[in-house]
């Protein structure tokens, strides 16, 4: 058995990808075990990864077609040897010391622990200089300056108070959190109904605390988000898709309901018409 395994579904952001899995390097030793599960990446990622050099071994999970969030994150769940899960995206860089504040968050209690995330944008040539650079990963990103987002220092404002609660689902987010393994397999992990992007996590994290799991928040968690394009758009099919599945999963629960419309508001604005 193994302290905590860091599960990574990573989708052709090769170069983002080996900043992370570098700056684990000091913090991985035998007990600890980093799975990826490649979620239908093109070829060009597949053989770019085989150049990446590692002090550590990797546990490599290659699904060929694009299945999503959850079912991507369940691959990993399931392969998993850890008793703490630690969920990282295949963009977000952690902080030293990352790993073990997580575990230590889980001593004691029934906690789901969620960390914070910073804003910081480069250049897709300044990622690759990076890579190659004998300069700290680290030194590099706490250098860049964070990029504001009002919409999520609204959100922080808004769901502080929930923390402890039933409806600090809202809040929950899957790019720098941990749980331990016995609850997500209790509550049956995530939901793979839920397709695309969006909503995979707070569903979860609503069947975890009704579980009676507490979600903490601890700031000094860091993980340093680099800012990509992404396809708006497409984003907000998804997400409208997804989020009308999971109020139909918790209707009933007129507060929860309402707090997640709020959120969504918050994020996202009113919703199209064309929905």
């Known amino acids: 058995m193994k302290r905590a395994s860091i599960i990574i579904p990573t989708k052709d952001k090769l170069s983002r990808l080996r900043l992370v899995l570098k700056a684990l390097e000091p913090q991985v030793n035998d007990s600890i075990e980093v799975i990826i599960i490649f979620d239908g990446c093109n070829q ?5 990864f085989k150049e990446i050099q590692l002090t550590y071994e990797l546990i490599k999970i290659v699904y060929p077609q694009n299945v999503g969030r959850a079912k991507a994150r369940n691959l990993g769940i399931r392969q998993a040897k850890g008793d703490i899960i630690i969920f990282v995206d295949d963009d977000r860089i952690p902080c030293p010391g990352f790993i ?5 968050r889980h001593q004691h209690k029934r906690y789901a622990v969620m960390g914070e995330r910073l804003d910081i944008c480069f ?4 990622l690759d ?4 650079s004998e300069t700290k990963i680290l030194d590099m990103v706490r250098d860049k300056k964070g990029i504001a987002n009002e919409k999520y220092d609204i959100l922080r404002r808004l769901t502080r108070p929930l923390f402890g609660n039933l409806l600090a689902c809202v ?11 016995e609850d997500l397999l209790k509550v049956g992990m995530f939901d793979e109904k839920i397709i695309g992007w969006g909503i995979e996590d707070v569903d979860l994290g609503y069947r975890l605390i009704k579980d009676g799991i507490k979600l903490v928040r601890d700031y000094s968690l860091r993980n340093y988000h680099l800012v990509h394009p992404v396809d708006n758009k497409q984003q907000k099919v998804e997400y409208w898709r ?11 629960d007129r507060v929860a309901i309402l707090m997640a419309k709020l959120t969504t508001l918050v ?7 064309t929905f």
Do not use: Q
Request: some cysteine; proline content about 2%; aromatic content about 20%.
């Open 44 to 48: 060009k990622t597949l053989e770019g």
């Open 100 to 104: 073990e504040m997580h575990i230590r």
């Open 123 to 126: 250049f897709e040539e300044e």
């Open 129 to 132: 200089r990076f890579y190659w």
């Open 171 to 181: 809040a929950f987010c899957t790019g720098n959190l941990s749980v331990r393994r």
């Open 242 to 252: 997804n989020f009308d599945y999971f109020l139909n999963k918790i209707k009933g």
């Open 267 to 273: 994020l996202y604005g009113r919703r199209p018409r």
